[in-house]
């Protein structure tokens, strides 16, 4: 396994720079005690976030909770860019929706940028908020078509947006689209703040408690892992991929991971401006403060489906890109993002499913969950207040066009299909566990079953089913973050099988007095329970 470079921390620097508050779980107790709520808004990443506290600002009664804590997760995690410009997404919005709808895609997502800044001004938060341009560049002709094809394209969706070949990064470009006033942020200082005046205003927030089942009606039933419950009239579920398979949204997301490496550059030799380029398996680059005359350079890439391919070589292309297009740069900070794609690149923000009258969803920000947090608090509060925006019915995870859809869903699809047969068929390159190494990880058949094996440094085994208990798909092992994937829809888990992401609400099954020899009996899972009925229960 690559030795990372002295003082490079395999940690988010939006984590480790802000730890933030604490606050309780949500505990059981009698009938009589169960809180009760206007709105729960299940999930506390920037969407959830940002919901809850636009909800409790129009005057509702809004409870948050979460299964970890507050903008730890995906939000944790981010490259923390606020940008209408992204990538090539107006020509895919035009293609698949129209000009209207990308139109109104560029109206929301720019009002988004701006009400980051109105919120911080509101509330005197420091969040390190600065204005820059963005870009999306081509450094190939090959590329430089879809370059100025964007560059129309987000104009006539009334951007300002412009074609140019000068920008201020240490290389050259063939062309870049470029937006003005923009900007970027410390993602957890300004959610950490929002959390505290949310709570000011009367609302309740309640972390470390998973939410593991929903019942519709009058009102709506929230229960927990503890056996808690809390009531409300209407829910939310802002859990990056939805836990609940009602939406019927699985078939039309896909889950997708990118590495972030953060290094120190001097002030004068960082980019102010965000670039983004297609290019290399997508490389963004942007730089954040980082102390007196130091400028911390984040870049991402080497966008991958979790659960596939080794991350560590993944690392070691991205950091080698960085050091040979920015010399001096110093790697301090890696980690790793992951968002969902949808069908058409318009994230799903309405009602959980056809039928739903209280319950409502945000998901699919195509990595772009900054802009579409903060959108998706402005467009659920005025929706649940009966101000609509001019752009919600461009955002409703009802709508569904068969015709531009079909050849996205099928291709996602296909991807899944593959996974849950494919995998069962081929493995993951270890034939027995003796050849896992220390720190390493593998699917290995033990029995009639397949069972994911990781050794510690220690040589201490650790076993578990390999079947993901969200849909039964069998997951992989990241080497660089030493957990369990799913490739089918982006669960995650820690070694003792613990969900880290969703949409998996149950850990993996236990394997104790598993060896070499590769034997093992079935245990209690990691919660004292036994695992999953085998029947990929959610």
């Not at 299909?417 to 270890?430: P, T």
Request: proline share 7%; aromatic share 8%; hydrophobic share 40%.
């Amino acid at each position: 396994m690559t030795s990372l470079p002295t003082g490079f921390a395999p940690a988010s620097y939006w984590m480790e720079s802000a730890p933030g508050l604490a606050y309780p779980a949500l505990e059981p107790g009698p009938e009589r005690t169960v809180p009760e709520v206007e709105v729960a808004v299940v999930g506390g990443g920037i969407a959830g976030i940002c919901a809850a506290w636009e909800l409790a600002r129009a005057g509702r009664q809004v409870a948050l909770i979460e299964a970890d804590r507050l903008a730890a997760g995906a939000t944790g995690h981010t490259t923390a860019k606020l940008s209408a410009l992204q990538g090539l997404a107006y020509q895919d919005i035009r293609s698949s929706r129209g000009q209207e709808a990308a139109r109104l895609y560029a109206a929301s997502q720019a009002d988004a940028v701006d009400r980051v800044g109105r919120i911080t001004a509101e509330l005197g938060v420091d969040c390190d908020l600065e204005r820059a341009p963005a870009y999306t560049y081509a450094e190939s002709e090959e590329s430089l078509g879809a370059v100025r094809a964007e560059a129309e394209a987000a104009a006539a969706a009334g951007l300002d947006a412009s074609f140019t070949t000068e920008t201020d990064l240490p290389f050259p470009v063939a062309g870049a689209v470029r937006v003005p006033d923009q900007a970027q942020f410390h993602p957890r200082k300004f959610l950490l703040a929002l959390a505290e005046d949310l709570v000011a205003r009367g609302g309740r927030i309640y972390e470390n408690t998973r939410v593991m089942g929903l019942g519709e009606g009058h009102p709506c039933r929230l229960t927990t892992d503890r056996g808690a419950r809390i009531r409300a009239r209407e829910v939310v579920v802002t859990t990056a991929y939805p836990i609940f398979d009602r939406a019927l949204l699985f078939p039309r997301l896909k889950a997708l991971r990118e590495l972030v490496v953060a290094a120190v550059l001097p002030e004068d030799r960082a980019p102010r401006g965000m670039y983004l380029t297609p290019e290399d398996d997508t490389r963004s680059v942007r730089s954040a403060p980082y102390g007196d005359g130091r400028r911390l350079l984040i870049v991402t890439g080497e966008k991958f489906t979790p659960g596939v391919g080794s991350v560590e070589g993944r690392y070691e292309r991205l950091i080698s890109w960085t050091r040979r297009r920015f010399p001096g740069a110093e790697p301090a900070f890696r980690w790793a993002a992951q968002d969902n794609w949808t069908t058409d690149h318009v994230p799903y923000v309405g009602p959980l499913h056809p039928a739903a009258r209280h319950a409502y969803v945000a998901t699919g920000f195509a990595g772009w969950g900054m802009t579409g947090g903060v959108l998706t608090g402005r467009l659920l509060a005025a929706r649940l207040t009966g101000e609509p925006l001019p752009w919600t019915d461009l955002y409703d995870p009802r709508r569904l066009n068969p015709l531009r859809e079909t050849p996205a869903l099928l291709r996602f699809q296909g991807e899944v299909a593959r996974h849950f047969f494919g995998d069962r068929i081929s493995g993951d390159g270890a034939d027995a566990v003796r050849d896992i190494p220390p720190g390493g990880g593998a699917v290995v058949r033990v029995g009639a079953g397949q069972r994911a094996v990781h050794r510690d440094e220690e040589g201490t085994l650790h076993a578990l089913s390999a079947r993901c208990t969200h849909l039964g798909c069998l997951v992989r092992f990241n080497d660089a973050e030493r957990t369990w994937e799913c490739p089918c829809h982006g669960s995650r888990f820690a070694v003792d099988g613990s969900v880290l992401q969703g949409p998996a609400v149950h850990p993996l099954e236990r394997y104790d007095g598993i060896g070499d020899g590769g034997d093992g009996r079935h245990g209690p899972g990691p919660d004292g329970h036994d695992g999953p009925d085998g029947e990929g229960r959610r």
